[in-house]
């Protein structure tokens, strides 16, 4: 399984940017998708999630400013990003999981896709 981030870039305070993670296999493979978010000198966060029910988690930081969404004829799983700040700014990674028996996971990660936000 691969995953292809795209969509990162350099935008001003307040601008917007949509990132996309595509996949080489079915979106309808993976149980729950996932933003992730890492800047300089700080660990990785979880941005936002959605199941293959399309139930969606964003982490406080973000909520209203973000929205995430699974495209299945695409294969991708997007993250539109409005009213963007500076402390945005990251590398920003997708990640697809898949559930089996007894809580075993298999997690694949995309390669990051850079956002940078001016002020």
């Known amino acids: 399984v691969q995953l292809q981030a795209s969509g990162g870039g350099s935008v001003q305070a307040g601008g917007s940017l949509t990132l996309s993670c595509e996949t080489d296999a079915s979106i309808n493979k993976f149980d729950t998708m996932y933003w992730y978010r890492q800047a300089p000198e700080k660990s990785r966060e979880l941005v936002a999630s959605i199941t293959k029910s399309n139930s969606t988690f964003y982490a406080e930081d973000v909520k209203g400013r973000v929205t995430i969404s699974r495209d299945v004829a695409k294969n991708s799983v997007d993250l539109q990003m409005n009213s963007l700040k500076p402390e945005d700014t990251a590398v920003y990674y997708c990640?697809?999981?898949?559930?089996?028996?007894?809580?075993?996971?298999?997690?694949?990660w995309g390669k990051g896709t850079q956002v940078t936000v001016s002020s």
């Open positions: 990640k697809a999981r898949i559930d089996h028996d007894w809580g075993i996971v298999d997690d694949y």
